[in-house]
Each structure stands twice: as structure tokens, then as C-alpha cells.
């Protein structure tokens, strides 16, 4: 079981780490950076982090059965990338291989947030 401020900790760092790859990634294929659509994916990710973390909290699903990684590791990126999807199918977006790559992308990061930080 982890505590409240570790899935906290977890869920920040998801959110930095998500600004940063956003930022990268806009930089990396030449497209202009949306400080404000970063920062909506960006909390997103953090809340899925939070969300899923604390109702899934139970030692069943926090045992590594693979080291290092845990069943609750493998599963809170699935809630980043619905609760993605269901943002992008709700906002009215011109640009849809742009929500796509974004998701993917912060997917990833959830995934690699979550071995890393709990």
C-alpha cells in the first residue's frame, strides 16, 4: 500500500514529465507549442495518476509478479490513455494525428512514470 503524498509525488512528477515531453515534442516536428493545451493533457495525466493509484491501492495489485513492475503499473497508463481519448472525443479538435500522438505519448509516460516513481 502507498500513501497519499507518494501517489501525490507520483502524480506531479507525471505532470511535469508530460509538459516536458509535449514541449519536445512540438519542437521536434516544428509545430507551435499550446502552452494551454499542454497544460490540460498534462493535469489529466496527473489526475488518472491519482485516481487510479488510490482506488486501486490494494496489496493485490501492488505485488511485483514481474520485477519492478506491478499490475497497477501496467493498468493506471490504460486510465491515462481512456481518460485521453474521452477528452479528445469531447474537445473539438481540427488536428487528429496531433490528439493521437499526444496520447500515445503521455501513455508512455504514465507507464514510465509509474515503474519509476512507486
Not at 500513501?3 to 509535449?22: D, F, K, P, R, T
Not at 499542454?38 to 486501486?56: D, P
Not at 477528452?87 to 500522438?101: I, S
Request: aromatic share 4%; hydrophobic share 55%; glycine share 4%.
Amino acid at each position: 500500500m502507498f500513501s497519499v503524498e507518494q501517489v501525490l509525488v507520483s502524480a506531479v512528477v507525471g505532470i511535469v514529465a508530460s509538459v516536458v515531453v509535449l514541449l519536445a515534442t512540438a519542437r521536434a516536428v516544428h509545430e507551435p507549442f499550446d502552452a494551454r493545451h499542454a497544460a490540460v493533457l498534462s493535469l489529466l495525466v496527473g489526475l488518472s495518476i491519482v485516481v487510479w493509484r488510490l482506488g486501486a491501492n490494494v496489496p493485490q495489485l501492488n505485488d511485483d509478479p514481474i520485477p519492478v513492475t506491478s499490475p497497477n503499473d501496467v493498468l493506471c497508463p490504460v486510465v491515462t490513455y481512456v481518460v485521453l481519448g474521452v477528452y479528445a472525443g469531447l474537445r473539438q479538435r481540427t488536428n487528429e494525428m496531433r490528439a493521437r500522438r499526444d496520447r500515445a505519448l503521455l501513455t508512455l509516460v504514465s507507464l514510465a512514470v509509474n515503474i519509476v516513481t512507486i
